[in-house]
């Protein structure tokens, strides 16, 4: 039983079939999305669904642009086409045990995938194809080989090199020791130009585009998802609020420091009180002077602020409008610098009784980049920190929505990155332990499990880089595949991390293992940059069922 291309074609067109009238049941159900809230269960699955299918179509894309150019090896294409039966399967099944709640009943299932698409489906996710993939991914001890142009080869190559010697050594140390990102990283990174990997040249960055950012990333997240992968982030984050709506002279002060490294952010939106709904802000700014200086006072306290300490300056969506009923109109972006801390706790002062106090959370994984909780009181920023000048007044829900995407966007990478260092370490741990007198990647489960991890991460990275490219066209009409991107890739990365460990056996609960570090990282994923049932419901399930 040999699973072929044409049964991934089959069984995607299946599956696409099966979404069409998922999909449009769902519309018909919620209103064309108008009452998602009415049908939040239903809504999550075919927005989950939707994204798998987006994920298979763009594996076997990348598949056949590898035959194109003459690089399809037998294992990549063994690999895509069991990524694609993996992602079809869960799509079948998600959207059967959904038929009845959508009024579609067994019949769609059936029609969609017949006894012999069925068939297709087995081949493509059979023991054998998982095994095989799996003994492949034990002997090349699970190494990264998608294939890329020369310019992005380039770019992982020497992003892998530096990670490898300079991050990789110190990951551990900065986890259990709970430390603050060491400061030559951020003045290597700088210097490799890490920060300004989408900022255009004309403010001081390289503009390499999206997909070169999300490699980087990817990368930097294998070696150290808190150390250095998420290092980017939060400058990538502020630039796209600043490119979106800043006043050319905030682009050309604020964006050759960011790109620099000489300035470093956090982003400051969630409160307290205040997750998810963003519109609901309730901290602070009223107009005011000091010293004769026209501006803000800051008054109010701010939640889950990764890398506030180190940060010299903060991104903060704060209520310029009192009226609550205003909602997220009433909301405006400011630029708001600080002092640099490398403490778990620090206090800055301003001369007029300007005071920011802030604490980081003690957490479970994640460790070196700190988030903190942060209180402003009085705390003054000139005029011209609002972003947009006047002219941004009101509008700093938008501009972080659009900088948010971006952070989705780089959060899939960080979720590629993490799932990939689980696979390595896995390999490696699997080949090198021996039980019953042989090597256990000898062990037909470890090969169909290994098998799986691999086609899984396929399948994330797939979408994950096919969001890169498209947000390099439209980034505001790729946001929701961005969206389906960090859905995806955060979601594997538990997965593979988990079963990784579980390869480890007692080990795995060792901290004298990485492994045991990816999977405490990993549990984050899917809740900062957008918590997953928000996601699903209110990116991705508003973008698939809106009219």
């Not at 087995?122 to 991914?137: N, Y």
């Not at 000898?442 to 994330?460: D, V």
Request: glycine share 10%; with cysteine.
């Amino acid at each position: 039983m040999t699973a072929r291309l044409e049964d991934a074609r089959t069984i995607l067109a299946a599956g696409s079939k099966l979404l069409a009238a998922a999909v449009a049941a769902a519309k018909s159900l919620t209103g064309n999305g108008a009452k998602i809230d009415d049908h939040q269960v239903v809504t999550e699955r075919v927005a989950y669904a939707a994204t798998e299918a987006v994920a298979a179509h763009e594996t076997l894309a990348a598949l056949e642009a590898w035959q194109a150019e003459g690089k399809a090896t037998p294992m990549r294409e063994k690999t895509a086409i069991a990524a694609v039966g993996v992602l079809m399967r869960n799509l079948r099944d998600r959207l059967s045990a959904a038929a009845d709640d959508l009024g579609i009943g067994d019949a769609a299932v059936e029609a969609a995938f017949p006894e012999a698409t069925r068939a297709a489906l087995r081949r493509a996710t059979a023991e054998s194809l998982m095994r095989e993939i799996g003994a492949h991914v034990a002997a090349t001890r699970g190494a990264n080989d998608w294939v890329l142009d020369e310019m992005h080869e380039q770019v992982r190559d020497q992003v892998r090199e530096f990670a490898a010697a300079e991050v990789m050594p110190h990951a551990e140390h900065i986890h259990r020791t709970d430390a603050t990102i060491p400061e030559d990283f951020i003045t290597k990174m700088a210097e490799l130009g890490f920060f300004g990997l989408s900022i255009p040249e004309a403010y001081g960055g390289v503009e390499m585009g999206n997909l070169a950012m999300i490699l980087t990333t990817e990368e930097l997240s294998r070696a150290s998802l808190a150390a250095a992968g998420s290092l980017i982030t939060r400058p990538e984050i502020l630039t796209k609020a600043l490119m979106g709506g800043g006043t050319e002279e905030q682009k050309r002060y604020w964006l050759p420091r960011l790109a620099s490294g000489e300035i470093m952010a956090g982003i400051s939106v969630t409160e307290p009180d205040i997750g998810s709904d963003v519109a609901g802000v309730k901290c602070r700014a009223t107009r005011g002077q000091v010293d004769g200086v026209d501006g803000w006072l800051i008054d109010g306290p701010k939640a889950w602020c990764t890398f506030a300490g180190r940060a010299n300056v903060l991104a903060v969506l704060l209520r310029t409008d009192p009226d609550p009923s205003k909602g997220a109109k009433g909301l405006s972006l400011f630029v708001v610098p600080k002092e640099a801390s490398r403490e778990h706790t620090f206090e800055c002062k301003q001369p007029h009784g300007g005071r920011l106090v802030g604490k980081a959370d003690a957490t479970p994984g994640y460790r070196g980049m700190h988030s903190y909780t942060l209180n402003f009181e009085s705390w003054f920023v000139p005029a011209d920190h609002l972003v947009g000048g006047d002219g941004g007044e009101g509008r700093g829900f938008y501009l972080q929505m659009a900088g948010f995407a971006a952070g989705r966007l780089q959060t899939g990478g960080r979720g590629c990155g993490l799932a990939q260092a689980a696979l390595e370490e896995t390999a490696l741990y699997v080949v090198d332990r021996k039980q019953f007198d042989q090597p256990i990647s000898e062990f037909q489960l470890t090969q169909y499990t290994l098998g799986h991890m691999a086609a899984e991460i396929a399948g994330a990275r797939a979408i994950t880089y096919a969001a890169a490219r498209a947000f390099d066209e439209d980034e505001r009409a790729a946001a929701p595949l961005a969206a389906q991107a960090k859905l995806l890739a955060c979601d594997v990365a538990v997965s593979t991390t988990q079963q990784g460990q579980l390869m480890h056996g007692g080990w795995g609960y060792a901290e004298e293992y990485p492994i045991s570090r990816y999977v405490v990282d990993a549990t984050v994923l899917p809740i900062f940059e957008g918590v997953k049932p928000i996601l699903e419901l209110k990116v991705i399930g508003r973008a698939l069922l809106g009219a």
